[in-house]
Structures are given as structure tokens and as C-alpha cells.
């Protein structure tokens, strides 16, 4: 399957979840889940450290949403990633976009084995998306 059948496969969905949500707006992990919401796509904010992110809640795991996601986008440390993706395993999780720096050798190999459409080594979901950093 090419990059860009993948990257269709992966936004062909209302629903994601990004796993390193930040409230802070200058770091990429609140760049990716404005993005989402710049596209009208509803996106859950995912991370343990923080109560809210741009107004709406975040959750501490995958395992914590309210409902089942399209995908998920992961901005955290490749080791971080690691744990991610045997979540979204468990969970079901069939699309994994790893923002450039979350990569993980690991994190790929296990869900590739596990048939999930995995996205890594350089595309940026800013990018594809059309990001604008003023809204």
C-alpha cells in the first residue's frame, strides 16, 4: 500500500485520539489535536499529566476514552510509543500515525504484526492536514 493510501485509510475516520496531548499551544503535541480540530474531526486528548487540554478533557490511556477511535496520532518518546501501541492493541485500534521523533522500531513491528495501518518515518499529519497556527 503506498504512503498516500495510507494516509487516506487513516483520515477516513471521524474519530481519533492524540496520545501526548499538551496544554501548552507552542509544543506539537497541542499543534496535532488543533489541527484535528481545525478539520472538524473530533479528536480526544490523551495524557496523564494534564486535566485539560484546550478545553477538553484529557484522558491518562487509550484505555480511558469514552468510545472507540478511528485512530490514533502519537506525538511522545519513542519508548512512551511503545506502551501507546500495545493499548491500542488491546483496544482495537486499527490506524497508528507516529509523528515524526515518536517513531519506534518496536512500536512499528508490533503493530504491523498486528494488521494495524501504521504511518512513521516522516510524514506529518500538520502537514497533510494544512495546519494554521493562528486558529
Avoid at 6 to 21: M, P, R, S
Avoid at 43 to 55: D, H, I, L, R, S
Avoid at 105 to 110: E, G, N, P, S
Avoid at 119 to 135: K, M, P, S, T
Wanted: hydrophobic residues 35%; charged residues 20%.
Amino acid at each position: 500500500m503506498s504512503l498516500n493510501d495510507q494516509i487516506n485509510d487513516f483520515l477516513n475516520g471521524n474519530d481519533f485520539a492524540v496520545a501526548g496531548a499538551s496544554p501548552r499551544r507552542r509544543k506539537y503535541g497541542n499543534k496535532v489535536l488543533r489541527c484535528y480540530l481545525q478539520n472538524n474531526l473530533n479528536a480526544y486528548p490523551v495524557n496523564p499529566n494534564t486535566e485539560t487540554v484546550e478545553g477538553l478533557i484529557s484522558y491518562p490511556d487509550l484505555k480511558s476514552l469514552p468510545e472507540p477511535v478511528h485512530g490514533i496520532s502519537i506525538i511522545t518518546p519513542s519508548k512512551t510509543t511503545e506502551q501507546i501501541v500495545e493499548d491500542a492493541i488491546e483496544i482495537g485500534v486499527q490506524h497508528i500515525w507516529m509523528q515524526p521523533g515518536a517513531e519506534s522500531r518496536t512500536a512499528i513491528d508490533r503493530a504491523e504484526e498486528n494488521g494495524i495501518n501504521v504511518i512513521a518515518g516522516g510524514a506529518c499529519l500538520l502537514v497533510v492536514l494544512g495546519y494554521r497556527e493562528n486558529d
